[in-house]
């Protein structure tokens, strides 16, 4: 057999393949020198002042929902103040079939079902747990109140009776009025009223004026 020998190149250094590489001039494009040396000959314009921005216009009020009543077949009540009627037992789709809204079994699921007043399951109800003190008399008798010092705004020597203390808005003329002698009384006063206090009553007769007591 012939034995066959293998050529080999001689092996460049890589030192000197790359010192060539940077030796070389770069090419450039033509139409790249151009246009640098067009832009470096004109002179930059100054740039343009913006113009101011527009205000924005106000928003325009917005229009009622629905326009005036103008006769009795426009009325109709307030957008939320009526709601259909609720209706149970009207099948699943409902949300409130089947045990209509009531539940499984027990006496609030059954018909005709009450319960006493405060009743609270069968624990001991609120109003037996509170403590109880005292009474309340219905035959408790309510008196405006008028004192001395507002009976001033009247002139000397006048009759004070309750149809002028209710004209006055001292009192009310569904309630009988009692004077007590709170404040001041420089002037002569015929004062009628259905109560007086011993003070109310003792200073108007050191003004020169006069107490007369009123039935109910």
């Given at each position: 057999?012939?034995d066959k020998k293998k050529t080999t190149k001689p092996a460049t250094p890589a030192g000197k393949k790359?010192?060539?590489?940077?030796?070389?001039?770069?090419?450039?494009?033509?139409?790249?020198?151009?246009?640098?040396?067009?832009?470096?000959?004109?002179?930059?314009?100054?740039?343009?002042?913006?113009?101011?921005?527009?205000?924005?216009?106000?928003?325009?009020?917005?229009?009622?929902?629905?326009?005036?009543?103008?006769?009795?077949?426009?009325?109709?009540?307030?957008?939320?103040?009526?709601?259909?009627?609720?209706?149970?037992?009207?099948?699943?789709?409902?949300?409130?079939?089947?045990?209509?809204?009531?539940?499984?079994?027990?006496?609030?699921?059954?018909?005709?079902?009450?319960?006493?007043?405060?009743?609270?399951?069968?624990?001991?109800?609120?109003?037996?747990?509170?403590?109880?003190?005292?009474?309340?008399?219905?035959?408790?008798?309510?008196?405006?109140?008028?004192?001395?010092?507002?009976?001033?705004?009247?002139?000397?020597?006048?009759?004070?009776?309750?149809?002028?203390?209710?004209?006055?808005?001292?009192?009310?003329?569904?309630?009988?009025?009692?004077?007590?002698?709170?404040?001041?009384?420089?002037?002569?006063?015929?004062?009628?009223?259905?109560?007086?206090?011993?003070?109310?009553?003792?200073?108007?007769?050191?003004?020169?004026?006069?107490?007369?007591?009123?039935?109910?």
């Amino acid at each position: 057999m012939v034995d066959k020998k293998k050529t080999t190149k001689p092996a460049t250094p890589a030192g000197k393949k790359t010192a060539a590489k940077a030796a070389a001039p770069k090419k450039t494009a033509p139409k790249a020198e151009k246009a640098a040396a067009a832009s470096a000959e004109k002179p930059k314009a100054p740039a343009a002042a913006r113009p101011p921005r527009p205000q924005k216009k106000a928003a325009a009020p917005q229009a009622p929902a629905r326009p005036a009543a103008t006769g009795v077949h426009d009325l109709a009540p307030a957008g939320g103040a009526t709601h259909y009627r609720k209706r149970v037992g009207r099948g699943p789709g409902s949300g409130h079939g089947k045990t209509a809204g009531r539940g499984y079994k027990g006496q609030k699921s059954r018909t005709g079902y009450r319960h006493m007043r405060g009743f609270e399951g069968g624990q001991m109800p609120l109003h037996r747990r509170v403590p109880k003190r005292g009474f309340t008399n219905i035959f408790r008798l309510e008196y405006d109140i008028v004192n001395l010092g507002d009976l001033d705004r009247f002139e000397a020597g006048a009759s004070v009776t309750p149809q002028m203390l209710a004209e006055a808005r001292l009192a009310r003329r569904s309630r009988p009025v009692k004077i007590l002698g709170d404040g001041e009384i420089k002037k002569a006063l015929h004062v009628s009223a259905h109560k007086f206090s011993a003070s109310a009553k003792a200073r108007i007769e050191a003004a020169g004026g006069r107490c007369e007591v009123l039935s109910r």
